[in-house]
């Protein structure tokens, strides 16, 4: 069972546009989400983050929008530029005080053409 | 600085054989994961450790047995290797007051031929 469904699976953006990666989640008790970018031969790297008691967060270029009520979030990339081509991973945790581990989507390949 | 370092980076190895995954993190951090990239890149926790105290154990075979020796380490042990366990193997760790903020190290990347 896929607890946090990802979407797309691969995404082509032109440089200055805008990416947009959507996550959604099943488990209501996930109050931790993380978005995490990996370039290849290398380990996934916390983008940003976000928990439920807010709509949406933003950090430079890298904007989350969160909806508790639909159970889903999504990573906007504003003017993308080529240097952010990598594989983007939202995740989904439970912050009960536990160590748990972070539930992964599937991820999204995204290609910033200059 | 490295914060979560693993060795080795690459391991190619025989089915059958016995293979261990060093990782160190020097951040502090109280819990250590183990977590399985296959090929199609998605990512599955394997375990985690808290205070050298086993937390989660997915469903993974017993052949995978983790071994921490003191806070910052936390070793992946394999027997008996076999061809499906080729894939990247990423140790992260966290602080827990941290909200489960998970760094990650470089991975090992496990051939089984």
């Known amino acids: 069972q896929q607890q946090v469904k990802q979407s797309p699976q691969s995404l082509i953006v032109q440089k200055g546009g805008i990416s947009i990666i959507n996550c959604a989640y099943e488990?209501?008790?996930?109050?931790?989400f993380p978005w995490y970018q990996q370039f290849p031969g290398k380990g996934p790297a916390l983008l940003i983050a976000i928990r439920p008691d807010v709509s949406e967060k933003k950090e430079g270029r890298f904007t989350i929008s969160f909806n508790k009520s639909a159970k889903q979030f999504s990573l906007h990339i504003m003017d993308s530029q080529p240097g952010d081509s990598a594989t983007y991973f939202c995740a989904a945790v439970s912050d009960g005080g536990g160590a748990d581990g972070l539930t992964f989507g599937k991820g999204t390949h995204l290609i910033i053409q200059p | 600085d490295t914060a979560v370092s693993q060795t080795p980076k690459y391991l190619v190895t025989q089915m059958g054989n016995d293979k261990s995954i060093k990782c160190e993190q020097n951040l502090g951090h109280d819990t250590m994961y183990w977590y399985k990239q296959d090929s199609k890149k998605f990512l599955k926790i394997m375990f985690s450790y808290n205070n050298k105290e086993l937390i989660i154990n997915e469903t993974v075979p017993n052949r995978f047995s983790p071994k921490s020796p003191d806070k910052a380490h936390l070793n992946l042990h394999i027997n008996s290797l076999e061809l499906g366990d080729s894939a990247v193997y990423f140790c992260?760790?966290?602080?827990?007051?941290?909200?489960?903020?998970?760094?990650f190290g470089p991975g090992t990347r496990l051939t089984v031929l």
């Open positions: 992260a760790s966290s602080h827990p007051s941290s909200y489960n903020e998970q760094f």
């Open positions: 488990n209501t008790a996930f109050d931790y």
